[in-house]
């Protein structure tokens, strides 16, 4: 297994999905490259980076009471009609 | 119920579905001060503009209100209310002006060109990053930075597996897709978005 193979493969095998002969393989190539090693902990990184740094939930106060307004008038009525329709 | 107003119980979810079912106004304002604020971070992962945010919790409770007639109860409120909001993003995704993007090609992993195939850029090592400092607010701003920067199908993948964490079948579904276009486009995003951090990252990076 080269190193572009290598990369190919990294999301493969973060889900379990290389075969077992092939992980074998994969996983030779991480203790014989030093580049390709720190390539797959520094895609783990990104990965972990991009869900933990996420916008947290707004706050109540944070929502725009005009929002909820606008919202909150198109709901529908008790007598069936669709107030967001004419 | 004012807003703000934190100190009455909430009703169960059976009993606040049935309200709803039943055009209860009451209900429908329970519903929304309650999940708007969740909804509403949601769309900002798709969303970067706040407006357009807003617009897509808009049009969510707005498809959520037509469909609550056939509401079964199958999955909790909040995790129906939850894929309305994500379909809203997407279509509103869509239908904005384009913006101009990096090209993915200029941000993926270059190789020697024979057999060895050996990396052509020099993979140096990232500075020690415990969860405390990597959820810092500048980081987050950089990450959340460069996620924006990358093609909004890519982005789309990213955001729909690595933040929601649905699966690949589910994603290929929702995007009318195959499950290897999403696993490629996966792959893709992921390394675009490590290249892009990689500066901030390096060891010795301010």
């Keep these: 297994m080269n190193c572009r193979e290598f990369t190919s493969f990294i999301a493969d095998w973060l889900d379990g999905e290389l075969p077992v002969g092939q992980a074998q393989v994969f996983q ?59 | 119920m004012s807003p703000g107003d934190g100190t009455r119980e909430l009703p169960s979810e059976t009993t606040l579905v049935r309200n709803l079912k039943e055009g209860e106004a009451g209900a429908f304002e329970v519903l929304v001060r309650e999940n708007s604020p969740r909804l509403l971070a949601v769309a900002r992962r798709y969303l970067p503009k706040e ?76 500075r020690e990053t415990a969860p405390d400092e990597l959820t810092r607010d500048e980081n987050r701003v950089l990450v959340r930075a460069a996620i924006e920067r990358l093609p909004d199908s890519y982005r789309e993948v990213l955001a729909l597996r690595d933040i929601e964490q649905l699966d690949t079948a589910d994603v290929a579904e929702l995007l009318g897709v195959s499950k290897g276009v999403v696993k490629t486009r996966l792959h893709r995003a992921r390394q675009a978005l490590r290249a892009l951090l990689d500066p901030h990252f390096r060891e010795g990076a301010p």
């Excluded at chain 2, 037509?66 to 309305?84: D, E, P, Q, V």
Aim: net charge negative; charged share 20%.
């Design chain 2, 51 to 126: 407006a357009d945010a807003q617009d897509a919790v808009q049009d969510a409770f707005l498809s959520a209100f037509r469909g609550m007639a056939g509401f079964t109860g199958a999955s909790k409120l909040s995790t129906w209310l939850h894929r309305i909001v994500v379909n809203a993003s997407l279509m509103k995704l869509r239908t904005r002006r384009r913006k101009p993007e990096v090209a993915i090609d200029d941000l993926l992993p270059r190789f020697e060109n024979d057999a060895s195939a050996h990396h052509l850029d020099v993979i140096a090592a990232w």
């Design chain 1, 28 to 86: 030779a190539h991480i203790a014989m490259c030093p580049p390709c090693e720190m390539y797959l902990l520094q895609y783990q990184s990104t990965v972990e980076l991009a869900r933990l740094c996420q916008p947290e939930d707004a706050v109540p106060g944070e929502v725009p009471e005009a929002l909820i307004q606008a919202i909150l008038a198109a709901r529908p009525t008790g007598d069936g009609s669709d107030p967001t329709q004419p």
